[in-house]
């Protein structure tokens, strides 16, 4: 049989077999574009009126929050009550993704924050109007330009038996545990301490005052931005990692040789 | 006098060489040609699990070595300064010398951290190179008889080691080391009797007082490291002396000793692993943070870390005093006795004494007289093997118990949860591990006597005439079935009355351990057997195999 | 089949062992000696075969892996040299820098991977160098019998024999009983020098009591700050130190005996036994913070589960019920201290404890 010599007659016009791909890239970064476009929240924002805010911070709380909490924030079985806990501890656990909570366990974990800063706002400012607590902190405290020698004997004292010197986190009863607190910000750190979410004690501000707070944020903040000068760290877990990397990596490096070194030659 | 003597003796060489001036110098003033005579050439047996020891000593003289650096600089003082260097989070707080010298080691002095890194580096493989040191030697049995002697200083050895680590993270008074010194303090206080004298003495006063890094730095420079040496020649005496065992093998007999000679493959080799262990430990140090003392500041009864534990060696001791069970104690008259830190005491004692003497024990249970110099296949000591295994198990148990807290984070947890079922396998994790590891231990014997009688299994499948398929077995060589054959055999004792036609208790009791060592066993396999494996084919081989297994094994 | 399966000795059992057909340089001089106890002497035991042949080694063969070989070994000592130069560089272009914490990490990096690759250099060197070029086939060394031989024997027990007979102890009973006697009190006296380890207190007496007495006001710990009740709100956690510790000599020794924690729950959630009535104030307590198990400090406080736990050992204490044991090694509950106001609002003890604060010791109830 012959080969044609001739190609069959497109049936339909030129296309270059490049058009479908081009096609679907256009596509999709069509309906995305349009997706974002409808859902991006103003980032462009105007300034929100406090009423404006308690008012959307209503309507967010209704649809995220009554059903553990209570529609007038009184508590239910689920929940307890928010008379009271201020702005602050609603930043931190909404900001930092804690709450809404997720299936029930020893503890709420951290997760990504379900809000955006906006809402956030609008919703601590709804909480913060039923009843004085407190209130976001100031910024000249979030800053880290305290005392680090302060800051660091503070921590030891108050807050290293829970989250370890060094901030590596550390076991509680039945399951809970107190977090790392690498890379937490400034300001969820003072709200923490200052509002004592589930677990953590009140460090209100008679007991740690605002500048005792911005201390040991400070220090934080220098651990955060020194590294140790030893070398990797190990987690800074202590001897526990130091024990363990020893016998796997240096004891079993060391063997390995022993076995090279007693082989016969080839 | 015209030519020099050459120190291997013999024929007198015409020519000078500057060696042989220099050896025939020192030899006329101390005899070192007797010496080199007779260590010189001497055998070393080479296989890498002998060198474990090895690495025990140069970690060791590495930590001697940079201890020195480090005595330049330590102040074991107590006494009260305000830190003023280069460490910000520190600056201006009330610390001892003790710690304010150790952080000035670390950030004002070039190199001053990495050697306190490979001094601690070091320590950390010292003890754990000395534990599996002490696991080769109790799994060949190379602690029978001429070598018991040897086994107890090791042992000891092992304490020092444990005890100069312990004085050495003390010194720098940090929180870490401090919160460990009070649980000292707390375990001592709780001896019945003696105990609040003991302390107080121990620290010249009420904790923390400001006499106990004094008083541990002389216990760590200097007494611990005097008998440490002096240990440490004993034992290296006594295996010059004894020589070294040898793993059993063709031309291998219980009289000879087979390898290379200490000059110069020995030495060139030994010399050069002593390098390799440094650069590890200096590796590590360069890249690792260890004990990070800035970070736990200065000592104080208040404060505390979470994930407060002690170096690794220690881990046993804080793990058995967190699995005792709460409430344990009792008041003897107006005197408390309490048993919630006596019982972890009484049964780590009782651990440590039994591994201390256990070459005696099972010396007492063979009976056997003979010296041993071929190393035992842990396989071949099916009781002795599963009794170390269950040993490993309870200290191990023991060493993940004083991490219970980390465990409980890493693995999502309760520390309830955690530490009760570490209590449980306490007890049981010897027991299952004793009874795995002694069926693992006959299962490979049997294996073995099997491929020595037929050989491997090479894979070939060959039809025979009338139909039967069979796999081609590969015989071993003479020489590769010798580690297969070679072991001891052993027998329970049989009772016999003595002159007095009586049976003592001590006999009673050691035909019972010897009825629990050596009833189940696998024989070797005998000249006979092998013949018959080799000749008559397959009928003589079942007979053989199902008298053995009458015999003795199963 | 026959084999040999008893397991006592026997004077023919026990001459030579079948399994060492190169000839026996042991010495067996008498039965008890190398009595095999639970041992089995075969007598159709496998003969070791001897040596296997010797397969030489790739550099024993061909030259040029041989040549190959020792240029590796040098490369490698070349490199330990790179490595201890690279170090001493690393030292002089390193230095530490006031006012740069980094530069301390640098400068033990660095440093120490110069000294690494000195050392390892040398290591890999010598051990190759053995490995591929030094003359490697194994070498047989005989041994001896542990024991002395016989006539060694003779003349070390006529050494003692001797020794006795001319110096008399053994017959001279009285030398040698008033001997012992003075030597084993001749150290007692060092023993006694001991007790100047410590001071001439009384340490029973000491670990009965702290410094907290009737009105000594509750201070933060550091600083040393007064605390109000008011200031101590539900959830709190205060870490309370007495007033004046500070300004102890003897701060730390005191702190470990009179650090406090203080906290404040809802009086109907306190359990109060009775007699404690009014140890709390309004609902805030006060407890030792030094652990019954061994001392360390039970810092840790759950506001909702109202426990307390110690992180060493993982005690754990249940404040609603005056700091009950509820897990752990830990014997007792913590000693609480009596707590009320004074005048001014500030917190202050009523007394001492009323027990001896810490772990357990023998006259504790005394």
């Keep these: 049989m012959a080969k044609p010599t001739t190609r069959p007659a497109r049936k339909q016009g030129r296309r270059s077999p490049l058009a479908s791909a081009a096609l679907i890239v256009i596509g999709l970064m069509a309906t995305g574009g349009i997706y974002a476009l409808f859902t991006t929240s103003a980032t462009a924002s105007t300034t929100a009126s406090a009423s404006q805010l308690t008012n959307e911070g209503s309507k967010l709380f209704a649809a995220n929050c009554a059903t553990c909490h209570g529609m007038s924030l009184q508590g239910t079985k689920q929940g307890p009550s928010l008379i009271g806990v201020g702005a602050a501890a609603v930043d931190f656990q909404v900001g930092t993704g804690r709450m809404p909570a997720a299936a029930s366990g020893p503890q709420e974990e951290q997760k990504p924050p379900q809000f955006t800063q906006e809402q956030i706002k609008a919703l601590y400012t709804y909480v913060g109007s039923f009843a004085p607590g407190p209130a976001i902190p100031q910024k000249q405290y979030l800053g880290g330009n305290g005392n680090a020698a302060k800051g660091a004997e503070l921590f030891r004292i108050n807050c290293a038996m829970c989250h370890n010197v060094a901030g590596a986190g550390g076991a509680l009863t039945e399951g809970k545990f107190a977090p790392a607190l690498g890379d937490v910000s400034a300001k969820h750190i003072y709200e923490a301490a200052e509002t004592g979410p589930q677990n953590m004690p009140v460090f209100n501000d008679k007991n740690l005052t605002p500048a005792q707070k911005a201390d040991i944020i400070t220090y934080l903040k220098y651990l955060d931005n020194n590294p140790s000068p030893g070398g990797i760290d190990l987690a800074n877990l202590g001897p526990v990692s130091e024990g363990l990397f020893l016998w796997i990596f240096g004891l079993g490096t060391i063997v390995g040789v022993t076995i090279w070194l007693t082989a016969k030659a080839n | ?554 | 089949m026959a084999q040999h399966d008893d397991g006592v000795t026997t004077p023919e059992g026990d001459a030579v062992h079948e399994g060492t057909p190169t000839g026996t340089a042991l010495q067996v001089s008498s039965a008890a000696e190398s009595d095999p106890g639970a041992g089995v002497v075969h007598s159709d035991r496998v003969v070791n075969p001897g040596f296997p042949p010797h397969n030489p080694r790739q550099t024993d063969l061909d030259p040029v892996k041989d040549r190959r070989a020792e240029k590796q070994v040098a490369f490698l000592f070349f490199l330990s040299i790179v490595g201890s130069i690279l170090a001493l560089a690393a030292y002089i272009a390193f230095p530490i820098l006031p006012n740069d914490f980094g530069s301390i990490r640098t400068n033990n990096l660095l440093l120490g991977l110069g000294i690494t690759l000195g050392l390892l250099g040398i290591g890999l060197g010598a051990v190759h160098w053995a490995k591929q070029l030094m003359r490697e086939d194994e070498s047989v060394e005989m041994r001896h019998g542990t024991r002395g031989t016989e006539a060694t024997r003779e003349k070390a027990v006529e050494v003692f024999t001797l020794g006795n007979e001319e110096s008399g102890i053994g017959r001279r009973t009285l030398i040698r009983n008033s001997l012992i006697g003075a030597l084993v009190l001749t150290p007692v006296p060092a023993v006694a020098l001991f007790r100047g380890l410590a001071p001439d207190a009384d340490p029973v007496k000491l670990m009965q009591h702290t410094m907290w007495k009737a009105g000594t006001r509750l201070t933060h710990d550091p600083t040393g700050v007064p605390i109000k009740a008011s200031d101590v709100t539900l959830g709190s956690a205060f870490h309370v130190i007495p007033e004046g510790l500070l300004q102890r000599e003897d701060m730390l020794e005191q702190k470990a005996k009179a650090a406090v924690l203080v906290m404040r729950l809802q009086p109907q959630d306190l359990h109060v036994t009775k007699g404690r009535e009014t140890w709390n104030y309004n609902g805030i307590i006060a407890y030792s913070k030094i652990c019954t198990h061994v001392g360390c400090p039970v810092a840790l406080y759950e506001q909702q589960t109202h426990h307390l736990l110690c992180p060493c050992h993982q005690s754990e204490f249940d404040i609603t019920h005056e700091a009950k044991v509820i897990f752990g090694p830990a014997r007792r509950p913590l000693p609480q201290l009596p707590i009320t106001v004074d005048s001014e609002g500030y917190l202050i003890a009523r007394s001492d404890f009323r027990e001896p604060v810490g772990p357990d010791f023998w006259e504790r109830e005394v």
């Excluded at chain 2, 002389?218 to 004993?234: M, N």
């Excluded at chain 2, 009760?420 to 231990?441: E, H, M």
Aim: proline fraction near 5%; aromatic fraction near 12%.
């Design chain 2, 1 to 554: 006098m015209t030519a020099a003597e050459s120190p291997r003796g013999g024929a007198v060489v015409k020519r000078r060489t500057a060696t042989g001036s220099a050896a025939n110098w020192i030899d006329e003033r101390t005899s070192i040609s007797g010496l080199v005579k007779e260590l010189g050439r001497k055998i070393f047996p080479d296989h890498w699990s002998f060198m474990l020891g090895e690495v025990a000593l140069y970690s060791f003289i590495v930590i001697l070595l940079t201890g020195t650096f480090l005595t330049f600089f330590f102040q074991a003082s107590m006494a009260e300064v305000t830190y003023d260097g280069t460490y910000l989070p520190l600056k201006g707080i009330d610390m001892s010398a003790a710690m304010n010298s150790t952080l000035h080691i670390s950030f004002d002095i070039r190199g001053g951290l990495l050697m306190r890194q490979i001094h601690h580096w070091a320590a950390l493989l010292f003890v754990a190179s000395i534990g599996l040191h002490m696991l080769r030697i109790f799994f060949t049995g190379a602690f029978r008889k001429p070598r018991e002697l040897n086994w107890f200083i090791g042992f000891i050895l092992f304490v020092l080691a444990m005890a100069e680590g312990f004085t050495g993270y003390s010194l720098p008074d940090d929180l870490l080391s401090g919160n460990g010194l009070r649980i000292i303090d707390g375990l001592v206080k709780g001896i019945p009797v003696i105990g609040t004298w003991i302390s107080y003495l121990l620290f010249g006063g009420e904790f923390p007082g400001t006499a106990i890094v004094g008083r541990l730095y002389t216990l760590h420079i200097l007494l611990l490291p005097a008998i440490l040496v002096a240990a440490l020649g004993v034992h290296l005496v006594l295996l010059v002396i004894n020589k070294h065992t040898q793993f059993a093998g063709p031309g291998k007999t219980n009289d000879n000793v087979v390898g290379v000679p200490i000059m110069p493959v020995f030495a060139a080799k030994a010399g050069g692993f002593f390098f390799i262990v440094f650069g590890v430990i200096t590796l590590m140090a360069s890249l690792f943070t260890i004990n990070p003392i800035w970070l736990y500041g200065p000592y104080d009864p208040s404060p505390i870390s979470a994930g407060t534990q002690p170096d690794w060696y220690i881990g046993f001791a804080d793990g058995a005093l967190r699995l005792v069970p709460h409430g344990l104690g009792f008041l003897i008259g107006p005197f408390t006795f309490s048993l919630n830190v006596f019982l972890p005491v009484v049964v780590l004692g009782l651990f440590i004494v039994i591994v201390a003497i256990y070459p005696f024990i099972e010396g007492w249970v063979t009976g056997d007289k003979r010296e041993h110099h071929i190393a035992d296949r842990p396989r071949n000591a099916p009781t002795r093997t599963a009794i170390g295994a269950a040993g490993v198990t309870f200290y191990a148990v023991l060493w993940a118990a004083a991490s219970s807290d980390l465990i409980a984070t890493h693995f999502g947890l309760s520390i309830e949860g955690v530490i009760t079922s570490l209590q449980i396998l306490l007890i049981l994790g010897p027991i299952i591990a004793y009874l795995v590891t002694k069926r693992v231990c006959l299962a490979l014997q049997k294996k073995d006597r099997e491929i020595a009688l037929h050989g491997y299994e090479s894979g070939r499948i060959v039809r025979l005439p009338g139909g039967e398929y069979i796999e081609v077995h590969e015989q071993l060589s003479d020489y590769e079935r010798w580690r297969l054959v070679s072991f001891e055999d052993y027998k329970p004792v049989m009772l016999r009355p003595d002159a007095n036609g009586r049976i003592s208790v001590g006999q009673r009791a050691r035909a019972r351990f010897s009825n629990w060592f050596f009833e189940d066993r696998i024989q070797p396999v005998s000249q006979t057997e092998l013949e018959a494996a080799h000749g008559h084919g397959h009928a003589a081989i079942e007979a053989a195999d199902s008298h053995a297994a009458v015999e003795g094994g199963h």
